[in-house]
């Protein structure tokens, strides 16, 4: 037995071989550069920072166990087909805030892990764009937070499960148009939240799942903003009482735009509630699977509605200043009103297009957008939008529109964009007197003048 510790990272660009017991630790990164081979057996590895496997590397740790503990953010890097971890260990440092690790956005090959995947010692996990394929089980554990973001996914093999422990956190957030995901390799996985656990889901996809579907334990928690709404729920293990979604948590849940699409081998039951405590009310459910015929529902505490829909109206639009100077921030604002007894529930995109002559369509985004958070029923709000300034004397025609990627259900879509506000551009005045100093020590000449009445200018032309 022997081990080898290194602070200032390891670098492998040839065979690194070791077939002893013990641990080869570095406390900053350890890279698989292209060309190296593993030849490791009875040891383990562990990695204070970033980990990378490059391409043109192979290196099979089906029984190496590897262990990432940074203390600060760092990222995983997969770039290798023959390249995977087997256990592997993401966990936290002590006494340091949340951990964080990222499946780098710059792999070019899926993250595999063949043996059981630890998230756990106050350390979050972010996947987004990236895929993570797991043959073995993942376990969320306390203080620990897996993240799965737009266009992310995770795989599970056949009979392995994802288990999010008393308190730990599955955070499962897409977008519109860019849903998280998580699903199989093959077969049917067990996807649980165990009371003490918390998940946040919105425009995700569930699918694959065995015959309890995505179960939400008594005494777990729904985030109550993010509550499974815009998911899909499809492809669930057929058999008897097979379902799509359990839940038998006590809470009084809110879920917009959920969708359960045609039955295909999801078994009996869409949702299954059978404890006398909670409810969940699906508010512009879809899918041809979706509604209180196809739920098990022993308590009436699933309640299934349509037509629920927001109004999202534009009540007045301005500029803050109707002749700026070139290059002079000014502002556009815009008061929109949720004419309707329903919340949002997700967040409202606005786009301000700047210098042009129609309103664009909606498949177009614009020069510039914000988000605001949900509006409740019957609120108006305002908010101000800065786009870059014209550097030139011209004229806009200035247009917004609300909610363009149709995150919203709404009563009307087609008066969503309104407009224009008109913005005439001014030269800045000429300087006729400006102040001119020359200093003969070093050659400068300083030029100082004001322009009176115009607010600060950050460019000119001499």
């Given amino acids: ?104 956005p710059a792999s070019s090959q899926t993250m595999l892990v063949k043996g059981i995947l630890n ?56 977008s519109y148009g860019h849903k998280a995901r998580i699903t199989h390799i093959t077969g049917n996985y067990a996807l649980s939240v165990l009371s003490g656990g918390n998940i946040s889901a919105e425009y995700t996809t569930f699918e694959y799942m065995n015959i309890n579907g995505v179960v939400v334990n008594s005494g777990a928690l729904v985030n109550d903003v993010h509550s499974f709404h815009f998911c899909t729920f499809q492809n669930g293990q057929s058999g008897t009482n097979g379902r799509l979604l359990t839940i038998t948590n006590n809470q009084i849940l809110d879920v917009y735009g959920a969708d359960f699409p045609t039955n295909t081998g999801t078994g009996n039951w869409n949702v299954y509630k059978n404890v006398n405590q909670g409810e969940v009310n699906f508010y512009n459910y879809t899918g041809n699977f979706g509604g209180e015929s196809y739920d098990y529902d022993t308590y009436n505490r699933l309640d299934w509605t349509l037509g629920s829909l927001c109004e999202l109206t534009i009540v007045d639009y301005w500029a803050i200043s109707d002749h700026p100077y070139v290059c002079e921030e000014n502002s556009y604002g815009i ?59 011209t004229t806009w025609k200035s247009w917004f529109r609300v909610d363009r990627l149709n995150e919203i259900a709404e009563a009307d879509d087609g008066n969503n964009g309104d407009g224009y506000v008109q913005t005439q551009w001014q030269a800045l005045p000429v300087v006729t007197n400006p102040l001119i100093s020359y200093d003969l020590g070093t050659n400068l000449i300083e030029l100082s003048w004001a322009y009176p009445d115009v607010p600060d200018v950050n460019r000119f032309k001499i």
């Fill in 335 to 393: 008061e929109i009103s949720n004419q309707s007894a329903n919340p949002t529930v997700a967040p409202i995109r606005i786009d301000l297009y700047c210098n042009r002559e129609v309103l664009p369509a909606a498949t177009e985004a614009g020069d510039v957008f914000i988000y605001l958070e949900p509006l409740a029923a019957w609120e108006n709000i305002s908010v101000e939008i800065l786009p870059a300034p014209s550097a030139v004397a």
């Fill in 119 to 174: 998230i756990s010692g106050n350390n979050k996990v972010f996947i987004t764009g990236e895929t993570l394929q797991a043959e073995n089980n993942i376990n969320v554990n306390s203080t620990c937070t897996l993240h799965i973001g737009p266009d992310g996914v995770v795989a599970l093999a056949n009979a392995k499960a994802l288990t999010v422990n008393p308190g730990g956190t599955l955070e499962t957030l897409g």
């Fill in 1 to 104: 037995t022997w081990n080898l510790l290194t602070y200032n990272g390891i670098n492998v660009y040839g065979t690194l071989k070791k077939n002893a017991a013990g641990t080869i630790v570095t406390n900053w990164d350890f890279l698989w550069q292209s060309g190296s081979v593993a030849n490791l057996t009875l040891c383990s590895l562990q990695c204070g920072k970033n980990w990378l496997f490059d391409t043109g590397c192979t290196v099979d740790l089906t029984n190496i166990p590897v262990t990432l503990n940074a203390g600060q953010p760092a990222l995983i890097t997969t770039n290798s087909a023959v390249a995977w971890f087997g256990e592997l260990n993401i966990t936290g440092v002590s006494m340091v805030a949340q951990s964080e690790f990222t499946l780098s």
